[in-house]
């Protein structure tokens, strides 16, 4: 069975009179690996990562069509009530900017200790009594655990050590605003993995992290995630991050998946003409006088998005069918999958 599979799922965004379509039939399936999400800002996908763990405030959100499949349950038509038992210790999120998520009255011990009490209290119930409490839609009592303070304050330190935070007493006694922003991202990660998630949902984790730092929390990530086999989504518009961390990646455009496939394959063979701009306009690190390439033209509306292939008003291969069909996603190689006209024929970049 696949830990999480997303079928068919299509969200839009009531504000007014305006409907705006976010995700148009996306489909993707995870188990433990290191899925990327990449694409422009507004292609969806923080929205696809808030779907999955069910943070979208409805309204303005509306569902109106598809599943999230968790370990064959489907999110979507579980009771609001009964999703919390979900996140944390089953799917679990790191956010962009963790000084907005962190408690600014709390300190990091106290914060750390309220997601292990969590996880301890969801331990308490066997899967089986769960499912039934599921089928049902009536969440389950959760005891207050009485832990020992030096018990728990003992796990809060051992998972801060886990993170590589030196002084983890310190930090242990600290607010959110005493730490640097690689700090507090630690702080975030140390927090998700505490409650020892199957899924772990990282929305640009380093977007606001200096290089050095950034790289640390990338292996750091990845070690943790080989220890724990836990399944990550990973949300970043950066392809230098996807290409570290990832073992697949699916492309994001308009609202839909465009193009998924293993990493390498991705950057060596891309077959979607937006994969293959975006991977044309990533810097080479060399000095040179020529300009860097763009792609042209502006992401679409959402509101009132093309016909046909989304893409095509920016793609220079488009061509009569790409304006008035939209493509579907067909596979060119056993682990790459494309929605393009062209067939999947690979696409000289220069």
Not at 133 to 158: A, C
Not at 214 to 235: D, G, P
Request: net charge negative.
């Amino acid at each position: 069975m696949t830990l999480l599979e997303v079928k068919d799922l299509i969200v839009n965004y009531s504000t007014g009179q305006i409907e705006i379509k976010a995700l148009n039939g996306i489909e993707l399936s995870v188990n433990t690996e290191v899925v990327g999400i990449v694409g422009e800002s507004g292609s969806g996908k923080s929205t696809l990562g808030l779907s999955v763990i069910g943070l979208l405030a409805s309204p303005p959100a509306k569902y109106l069509q598809g599943s999230v499949m968790y370990k064959g349950i489907d999110l979507l038509k579980v009771p609001q009530r009964m999703r919390r038992y979900f996140r944390g210790t089953e799917i679990s999120m790191i956010f962009q900017e963790p000084l907005t998520s962190l408690n600014p009255v709390l300190t990091i011990g106290d914060q750390l200790a309220e997601s292990i009490r969590v996880r301890k209290s969801r331990e308490e119930i066997d899967e089986e009594t769960l499912m039934r409490f599921v089928s049902q839609g009536i969440p389950p009592k959760l005891d207050s655990l009485k832990l020992k303070s030096r018990d728990l304050r003992d796990e809060v330190i051992e998972a801060l050590r886990t993170v590589r935070i030196p002084d983890p007493d310190r930090i242990y006694r600290s607010y959110p605003h005493e730490l640097s922003g690689g700090m507090r991202q630690r702080v975030m990660i140390a927090m998700a993995l505490s409650e020892r998630p199957s899924v772990l949902i990282a929305d640009e984790p380093t977007s606001a992290l200096d290089v050095t730092t950034q790289a640390e929390i990338l292996q750091l990530i990845k070690e943790l995630v080989q220890k724990s086999h836990t399944a990550v989504i990973f949300i970043t518009h950066d392809l230098a991050v996807v290409g570290q961390i990832a073992d697949r990646v699916a492309v994001m455009y308009a609202g839909e998946v465009v193009e998924e496939a293993a990493v390498d394959e991705l950057f060596s063979t891309p077959k979607h003409p937006y994969t293959t701009a975006l991977l044309a306009s990533f810097p080479s690190g060399y000095k040179t006088d020529a300009p860097t390439p763009f792609i042209q033209g502006n992401a679409p509306d959402l509101s009132n998005p093309p016909s046909g292939c989304k893409f095509h008003p920016r793609c220079r291969w488009a061509f009569e069918r790409c304006v008035t069909e939209s493509p579907e996603m067909m596979r060119t190689s056993e682990k790459h999958l494309v929605a393009c006209h062209l067939y999947g024929g690979e696409i000289n970049a220069k």
